[in-house]
């Protein structure tokens, strides 16, 4: 499958992310998914936009260490051969430039405007190869006479400007029951839609363990359905209350989305050596095509790809996505008018259009 990008930059080209230098992984818990709003989107990026080059020729093993590093644990990557060694960035720019097609690339712009990198992590433009993500087949295989799609929240208990106590079909529960029903009626998808609690303990709110807890239940509910080739992970961010993250898209006012990929790489620990996550590129492709769907269809609506430095459960399968669908400020009836631009770019990312 190749997207042609270029309308929202001006730039034209073809862009992808190459294999990731590590295999990556999780420890056995995981900070919440929420962003908080207290640097914005803009002040992120300009931080990151000047530093980034400099701290991945940092922090990044040398071409020797992750060579020795893969020869001693058997770390593979996910087409199953060893890890990729390590490059200078120059080296990867000039290895897409040298292509007639990526002439015109500029890696600097599109990672400025595409994606933004939480300050516990770090990735660079010149991180971003050429065409490998925005070609990969991410078609649905099976029909629909079996479960394809798994639907479930970590954060349960997320709710809305208006959303009523004791009521889950007023949270991000009914935003993905919304989804669930646009997937099986208007799309003819067999979807399954998890609406199990995982961030209550004891009656309390606590998302600390969020992760750990939804963990054992999504396997399993895989384990009894291998059908299964897509699951998403349905949030609502966090953000200031003066900040609303609405748009207009077919007269219907929209909450606006985000989709979040974690790298299982911090800066204060490095490589996180838990669990790994053999589907990171796949992960990365499908947040990549579904956001060229989106700046196609409905521009400006997607507001980034947002990296951050755990794993978030993204391992399931080779197309897992956590969507995050405006946030606490939003009414019920924004996030789930949402639901529709989502169904349609999840629908022509699965059907190859």
């Excluded at 644990?73 to 000039?94: F, L």
Aim: one cysteine or more; aromatic letters at 10%; a negative charge.
């Amino acid at each position: 499958m190749v997207l042609f990008f270029g309308e929202m930059l001006g730039l034209g080209f073809y862009l992808t992310f190459s294999q990731p230098f590590f295999f990556y992984s999780e420890p056995d818990w995981e900070a919440e998914a929420v962003i908080e709003d207290e640097r914005t989107v803009e002040q992120i990026i300009r931080e990151n936009s000047t530093m980034l080059e400099n701290e991945i020729l940092k922090e990044n093993k040398s071409e020797a260490e992750a060579q020795e590093h893969a020869e001693q644990t058997g770390e593979t990557d996910a087409g199953g051969t060893q890890a990729e060694e390590n490059r200078e960035p120059a080296e990867d720019v000039d290895a897409a430039v040298e292509k007639d097609q990526f002439a015109d690339l500029d890696y600097q712009a599109l990672f400025e405007h595409y994606f933004v990198v939480d300050p516990d992590t770090t990735m660079s433009a010149a991180q971003l190869g050429a065409e490998e993500l925005l070609q990969r087949d991410l078609r649905m295989q099976g029909d629909n006479t079996k479960p394809q799609i798994l639907i479930y929240h970590t954060h349960s208990q997320e709710g809305f400007a208006d959303s009523v106590d004791g009521r889950p079909e007023t949270t991000i529960v009914g935003v993905g029951d919304y989804l669930t029903q646009i997937l099986q009626e208007r799309y003819g998808y067999n979807v399954l839609h998890v609406t199990d609690t995982f961030d209550l303990i004891d009656g309390e709110l606590d998302r600390n363990q969020a992760y750990s807890n939804a963990r054992p239940a999504i396997e399993k509910m895989l384990e009894k359905n291998p059908s299964v080739e897509i699951v998403i992970d349905v949030h609502r961010d966090g953000v200031s209350e003066d900040r609303h993250l609405v748009q207009d898209i077919n007269g219907k006012k929209t909450a606006q989305i985000m989709f979040f990929n974690g790298l299982s790489y911090t800066k204060e620990n490095g490589v996180l050596d838990y669990l790994p996550n053999p589907y990171m590129t796949d992960n990365l492709a499908f947040s990549l095509q579904l956001k060229m769907q989106a700046e196609e269809a409905y521009p400006g609506w997607n507001r980034c790809i947002y990296l951050k430095g755990y794993r978030y459960n993204l391992h399931f399968r080779p197309r897992c996505l956590l969507l995050e669908v405006g946030a606490q400020t939003n009414t019920l009836e924004e996030e789930k008018n949402a639901m529709e631009p989502f169904a349609d770019i999840l629908n022509k990312v699965l059907q190859g259009e």
